[in-house]
């Protein structure tokens, strides 16, 4: 069974920066195999697609409102997917999530369809 565990959240200020750190791992599992997408949820509002990541690491896509601002990365040897979130803003806040896509091939996507595994989420508050 895959596991995913976000970290790295927590109170920042607006402006400020952190790094949520997603760690994956299963029995037989290899993070090449997995896209990774970073999600985020506010409350009453649906969960959004952040950020994303092919297995390769070859293709990244960015939400319009965080592009500039986050980066995605990933250390398929350490089993890590790493979001840097800098420039924080108050809308920022939210639970963010990583998930996990065993299926896309050299691309990633936003629907939250195409992932079967999720973490349990971290909370991000910006205050302004």
């Known amino acids: 069974q895959l596991q995913l565990v976000e970290s790295g959240g927590g109170l920042v200020q607006s402006g400020g920066s952190l790094r949520l750190s997603c760690v994956t791992s299963?029995?037989?599992?290899?993070?090449?195999?997995?896209?990774i997408g970073w999600f985020r949820q506010a409350p009453g509002k649906e969960r959004e697609g952040v950020s994303c990541?092919?297995?390769?690491?070859?293709?990244?896509r960015y939400a319009d409102s965080v592009k500039g601002r986050f980066t995605i990365s990933r250390d398929n040897a350490k089993n890590m997917v790493y979001l840097q979130m800098n420039s924080l803003k108050p809308e920022d806040t939210a639970v963010y999530y990583c998930a996990a896509d065993r299926r896309s091939i050299n691309a990633c996507y936003f629907a939250k369809s195409v992932y079967d595994h999720w973490g349990q989420g971290t909370q991000v508050t910006v205050s302004s």
């Open positions: 990541i092919s297995n390769s690491g070859s293709i990244t």
């Open positions: 299963g029995f037989g599992f290899k993070l090449d195999y997995y896209a």
